[in-house]
């Protein structure tokens, strides 16, 4: 599945380069018309980002909510950003959030994680894997909004959710995301031989249509794709119809 990003910040859409607050880019686009739009021309499935929340998980937006109440039936949506407690996991699911992306507290609380996972099930969840690729080619998590860098490899905190239902799996190249590199295939190639039956989202670097054959191709379930829909490098009906066709 094509699934379109809205990443905003005090209400307004913006996109960031290689998740630095310091370097983003203001569209001038109001978000539920750009929500219109991508809902006519097909998309079913919307991925939405609270930077506010990512940067201090107080400042978590309450226009999040009255944006997901507005489209309740008409599309669904995936959210993440400071999501850091059970209330705003019930906040989020009352009112019809299909799955949740879980970051930073899935990395600094393990454990509250893995009683997510039992009490709502694995369909509620997504981890959020950011990753930075070192120069050495290990798959270290970027956590606090991508400020931190942790010595915890990718693979291994996938290893560890998955006895707890552990499902869906969006992995970022950080250093790819806003970019327009292209995605990091490698890294997600070797993501589907390691796991399987992991329901990946890949995201970062999507440039052209191109991109989509290749991630396909190896077996990525759904991309997650902002700022080229943005800026129109392609619609998310020509995104739809090349994954559809290949």
């Known amino acids: 599945m094509i699934i379109p990003s809205l990443d905003f910040i005090n209400g307004k859409i913006v996109r960031l380069y290689q998740g630095n607050y310091s370097?983003?880019?203001?569209y001038n686009i109001d978000i539920f018309k750009q929500i219109d739009q991508y809902i006519s021309e097909g998309s079913k499935h919307i991925h939405l980002v609270d930077l506010d929340g990512c940067n201090n998980p107080k400042d978590r937006q309450k226009n999040i909510l009255k944006i997901i109440s507005y489209y309740h039936g008409?599309?669904?949506f995936q959210v993440g950003g400071g999501i850091r407690s059970i209330n705003d996991i019930e906040d989020l699911l009352s009112i019809g959030v299909l799955k949740i992306v879980i970051g930073t507290i899935a990395i600094d609380q393990?454990?509250?994680f893995k009683k997510w996972l039992c009490k709502y099930g694995g369909d509620?969840?997504?981890l959020a894997a950011d990753t930075y690729v070192t120069d050495n080619n290990e798959n270290k998590l970027a956590i606090h909004g991508w400020k931190t860098i942790?010595?915890?490899n990718l693979?291994?905190?996938?290893?560890?959710?998955?006895p707890y239902g552990l499902k869906n799996v969006l992995c970022t190249d950080i250093s790819r995301d806003g970019t327009f590199l292209g995605p990091n295939i490698v890294l997600y190639k070797d993501l589907k031989k390691i796991f399987p039956k992991i329901i990946l989202q890949s995201s970062g670097g999507i440039n052209s249509l191109s991109d989509l054959y290749l991630l396909k191709k190896h077996n990525v379930e759904h991309v997650i794709i902002g700022r080229a829909l943005l800026e129109k490098k392609f619609t998310f009906s020509e995104a739809q119809q090349c994954w559809q066709k290949e």
Request: glycine share 0%; no cysteine.
């Open 23 to 26: 370097n983003k880019m203001l």
């Open 74 to 76: 008409k599309v669904t």
């Open 110 to 112: 393990p454990n509250m």
């Open 124 to 126: 509620r969840f997504i």
């Open 150 to 152: 942790t010595d915890i």
């Open 155 to 162: 693979e291994s905190i996938i290893h560890k959710f998955i």
